[in-house]
């Protein structure tokens, strides 16, 4: 899990600004899942990519939210116009492919703190 | 609909002793479960793993036990240190998914010295 970087690890936006998370799979990996945590919380699911493709959006928001996974460069979670309920712990997972018994790896999380 | 939970939100032991930490969960289709253990500050990380046609999988100073009857899981970890101290999540995947894990709200473990 070490090997997944996201950044910033700390992001404080004014109501109304942007958000932009980035997360840096493993190596070699290129299937990249996004969670959110909320204050003493679980993780919940809200969008896997696999490179150039998003496979499943049914956690992500309706508005607002949007995710990509670009052929070159980091996975990106954007979130447009926060709102103080936007605050919580964004997480990236990665693995080498989607199969049911393969390993995720997390990232640190980024935590969002909007004022 | 699918849900994971937990049974207690806080889990106190004596350094030393064996916690167990349980989970239940509603999907019947869930094929996989796994236990992760969150730090403060940092992310999940993964603990162990158990497949649905399996009851139970050892690894070091920890033991899942899966009672698909009563839709149960458990963590057992033996001979609990301080580092042990965080909280442990019970996350689930199906074969009919994408890959994605749903996870439990979370037990903390709170290991007295």
């Known amino acids: 899990n070490a090997g997944v970087m996201q950044n910033p690890r700390h992001l404080v936006r004014r109501r109304g600004q942007e958000a932009r998370l980035r997360c840096s799979p493993v190596?070699?990996?290129?299937?990249v899942y996004w969670y959110r945590q909320l204050p003493e919380e679980g993780l919940k699911f809200m969008v896997y990519l696999q490179k150039e493709n998003i496979i499943d959006e049914s956690g992500m928001p309706k508005e607002r939210f949007s995710a990509e996974f670009p052929k070159e460069g980091p996975s990106i979670l954007r979130i447009q116009q926060v709102v103080r309920g936007d605050s919580a712990a964004y997480f990236c997972?990665?693995?080498?492919?989607?199969?049911?018994?393969?390993?995720?790896?997390f990232g640190q999380g980024t935590r969002l703190t909007v004022v | 609909g699918e849900s994971v939970g937990l049974h207690l939100p806080t889990l106190s032991v004596q350094e030393g002793d064996n916690s167990i930490i349980n989970c239940a969960y509603s999907?019947?289709?869930?094929?996989?479960f796994i236990w992760y253990k969150q730090e403060s500050g940092k992310g999940p990380q993964f603990i162990i793993d158990?497949?649905?046609?399996?009851d139970k999988r050892q690894g070091q100073r920890v033991t899942v036990l899966l009672n698909k009857t009563v839709k149960h899981l458990s963590l057992q970890i033996a001979a609990t240190q301080p580092g042990d101290s965080a909280v442990y999540f019970c996350?689930?995947?199906?074969?009919?998914?994408?890959?994605?894990?749903?996870f439990g709200q979370g037990t903390t473990l709170q290991v007295k010295p």
């Open positions: 158990i497949r649905s046609n399996m």
């Open positions: 996350a689930e995947k199906s074969s009919g998914n994408t890959g994605k894990l749903i």
């Open positions: 999907n019947s289709a869930s094929d996989y």
């Open positions: 190596k070699g990996h290129s299937h």
């Open positions: 997972a990665s693995s080498p492919q989607g199969g049911i018994d393969t390993e995720a790896f």
